[in-house]
Nanobody
């Protein structure tokens, strides 16, 4: 299994931006991360897990976005750094949630994913 860890969460005002990072701990895990698709999910208090974006592996990696974030969030990966990013712009209070990265599947269905990070809190509030 990949041991994933998210970072970059925090408190931001409405309209602000944050960039989340997802890395795999351990050298072998980092090298393995570049060879699998990675997705971002989020879960707000009292709500179900929501798949928001995923990125394929390899050159010209394809991406998917949920309608709720399309045009505001951008997923990318830097395989040289073994890191997957989620750039979040124009945040609003409805984006407040714990954000998770997950690996080894494709699509936005959480039950398809095997490896998960512990999550990072994003709070959008004035």
């Amino acid at each position: 299994h990949l041991q994933l860890v998210e970072s970059g969460g925090g408190l931001v005002h409405p309209g602000g931006s944050l960039t989340l990072s997802c890395q795999a701990s351990g050298q072998a895990s980092g090298l393995a991360l570049r060879s699998v698709p990675v997705a971002w999910f989020r879960q707000a208090p009292g709500k179900e897990m929501e798949g928001i974006s995923c990125i394929a592996n390899g050159r010209g990696a394809g991406t998917l976005y949920a309608d709720s974030v399309k045009g505001r969030f951008t997923i990318s990966r830097d395989d040289a750094k073994n890191t997957v990013y989620l750039q979040m712009n124009n945040l609003n209070p409805e984006d407040t949630a714990v954000y998770y990265c997950a690996a080894k599947a494709w699509g936005l269905i959480s039950r398809d994913y095997i490896d998960w990070g512990p999550g990072t809190q994003v709070t959008v509030s004035s």
